[in-house]
């Protein structure tokens, strides 16, 4: 699996500020593709990066949960979005009980230092839908500052 994200910006820092409307935290979003797919939503930048365990880590060293925000048809033929996003464990409110009543359901965990693997393992059905749809998997990196990664 590649985590990529998607940018026009050069410099070394990544705005990790809050542009979404059904997540209220500042994230760094990525696209989940299978090995070879291509980067999609060229609407996000042109430039991609890959997301790599050590982001995970410099962010919170330790379990991280998942949950899925929302799904939804694009509006060209064939699209189909699914909107996850990954939380630091024992953030304040964030938790199961506290996503379920935001309407996310949780998916599973993963650790920082295995982050990739395990994600993709989390994924693996959304990454392998058997259809005749092009599947968006995005992903809200959850971010409290600035993101510095290298």
Same mark, same amino acid.
């Given at each position: 699996?590649?985590?990529? %994200?998607?940018?026009? =910006? +050069? ?10 409307? *059904?997540? #209220?935290?500042? @994230?760094?979003?990525?696209? @989940?593709?299978? &090995?070879?797919?291509? %980067? ?7 430039? +991609?990066?890959?997301?790599?365990? $050590? ?5 919170? #060293? /330790? +379990? ?10 694009? %509006? $060209? &033929?064939? !699209?189909?979005? =699914? ?19 935001? /309407? ?6 993963? *650790?920082? #230092? ?5 994600? *993709? ?10 259809? &005749? &749809?092009?599947? %968006?998997? !995005?992903?809200?990196?959850?971010? #409290?500052?600035? =993101?510095?990664?290298?």
């Amino acid at each position: 699996m590649q985590l990529v %994200h998607r940018t026009n =910006y +050069w410099g070394k820092y990544i705005d990790s500020s809050n542009t979404d409307d *059904e997540v #209220d935290f500042d @994230a760094i979003w990525a696209m @989940a593709l299978n &090995d070879g797919d291509w %980067h999609c939503c060229p609407g996000f930048g042109r430039r +991609w990066v890959e997301v790599v365990n $050590s982001d995970f880590r410099d962010e919170y #060293d /330790g +379990w991280w949960s998942v949950f899925l925000v929302s799904e939804r048809r694009g %509006h $060209s &033929d064939g !699209h189909y979005f =699914y909107k996850f996003v990954a939380i630091p464990q024992g953030t304040y409110s964030y938790g199961k009980k506290g996503c379920q009543q935001r /309407g996310w359901s949780y998916q599973g965990e993963f *650790e920082a #230092d295995n982050a990739r693997d395990q994600l *993709e393992s989390i994924l693996d059905y959304w990454l392998n839908l058997d259809d &005749d &749809d092009f599947i %968006h998997i !995005h992903i809200g990196i959850w971010m #409290d500052q600035l =993101y510095t990664g290298g």
